[in-house]
């Protein structure tokens, strides 16, 4: 997203110095040809520079990827897919937004790469009469996994189409044996800095007041599009996409697409969110893409589609309202003022 990030000078001195060390280290290894390399880090490569003594000192350093999983899913139709140009994986998966993992669009895929998702759990709690915890392989195997085509539309005017696998939020609630009570539901993103390096350097989390939260009415997230992913491409989510459980709201801003998911909360008050938090006047609760309501700082009459790599590779096309799900959403803000409640 787009944010004022404070100047260096704003910074006190020990978040500047772990940073530049640990950018430093790793620039090294960089240009001794280790980041990026994960598996040369196995097998007779690494054994013979172990026994050289190279690789010693950085070996805690230098996460190993972790293996994505291929899924069984079945294929979703109308409304849950479109046949738009679906945006290349290597894009998908490496033009990311994850401030956790670095504010630049290609940190999150380098420093997600050692993401540790499992064990995990995701707990369902608050105004419930049966509160529910999952591990994660329930999270892979409770509900019938399903592939849906969404657009993203993110608040920077960028676009992607992509190929989901996941289940409606509406199931994994609806067992949760919702109260009366409930009128929103609250998210919640891991808190661990170990993992997340962002969390706790304000050079690289953007200035985020961690953990990340998001939030959604309740008919919002008991909408049939509303979905929670844990895959995408066939195969399960990467780090940098938000492995293991994401929420996907095609509707909404990116933003509200909150990524690896702890807690989802059913509450009786609209709960915070992060980048409404951050910057109120820019980022509002709701969210809903619209094009005739412009950021304070760009409009957002348009987008950039982002499809091939080649010279098509950026083209603007104009933004729908509720990006193209009108006919499936607009009933849910019957009667209100889109212009306020952005
Ligand atoms: N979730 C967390 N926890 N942290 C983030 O920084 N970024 C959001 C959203 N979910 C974000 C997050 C934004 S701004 C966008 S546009 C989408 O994730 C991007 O999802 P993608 O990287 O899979 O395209």
Request: aromatic share 12%.
């Amino acid at each position: 997203m787009l944010i004022k990030i404070p100047a260096k000078s704003e910074l006190l001195e020990n978040q500047i110095t772990d940073e530049s060390i640990y950018l430093q280290r790793r620039q090294i290894l960089k240009t001794m040809g280790f980041v990026g390399a994960g598996a040369l880090l196995s097998g007779a490569f690494a054994a013979k520079q172990a026994q050289a003594g190279i690789l010693d000192i950085f070996e805690s350093d230098e996460p190993q990827e972790v293996p994505l999983k291929s899924l069984d899913y079945a294929k979703a139709g109308k409304p849950f897919i479109t046949d738009e140009t679906m945006t290349p994986e290597n894009k998908v998966t490496h033009h990311n937004n994850f401030y956790e993992f670095g504010a630049q669009k290609s940190q999150p895929a380098e420093y997600a790469r050692g993401f540790v998702t499992d064990p995990w759990y995701l707990k369902v709690e608050g105004n419930v009469n049966k509160p529910l915890l999952l591990d994660h392989d329930a999270l892979f195997s409770r509900f019938p996994l399903q592939e849906r085509i969404y657009r993203l539309r993110c608040v920077e005017a960028w676009s992607m189409v992509i190929p989901w696998i996941g289940f409606p939020l509406a199931d994994l609630i609806k067992q949760a044996d919702p109260k009366s009570s409930a009128k929103y539901v609250a998210f919640q993103t891991l808190y661990d800095p170990k993992q997340m390096p962002g969390q706790d350097s304000r050079f690289l989390g953007g200035g985020i007041d961690y953990p990340y939260v998001e939030g959604l009415r309740m008919d919002e997230a008991m909408h049939p599009l509303t979905m929670l992913a844990v895959g995408l491409y066939g195969k399960s989510l990467p780090g940098q996409n938000g492995a293991p459980v994401r929420l996907v709201v095609p509707w909404k801003y990116g933003f509200k697409s909150i990524k690896s998911i702890v807690s989802i909360k059913l509450t009786t008050q609209q709960p915070p969110t992060t980048w409404n938090k951050l910057a109120p006047q820019e980022y509002g609760f709701y969210a809903n893409v619209n094009p005739a309501v412009d950021h304070p700082r760009w409009s957002q009459a348009s987008e950039r589609r982002i499809t091939t790599g080649g010279l098509l590779a950026n083209n603007r096309i104009d933004t729908l309202p509720f990006n193209g799900y009108a006919d499936d959403v607009a009933d849910l803000y019957t009667g209100m003022d889109l212009h306020r409640y952005y």
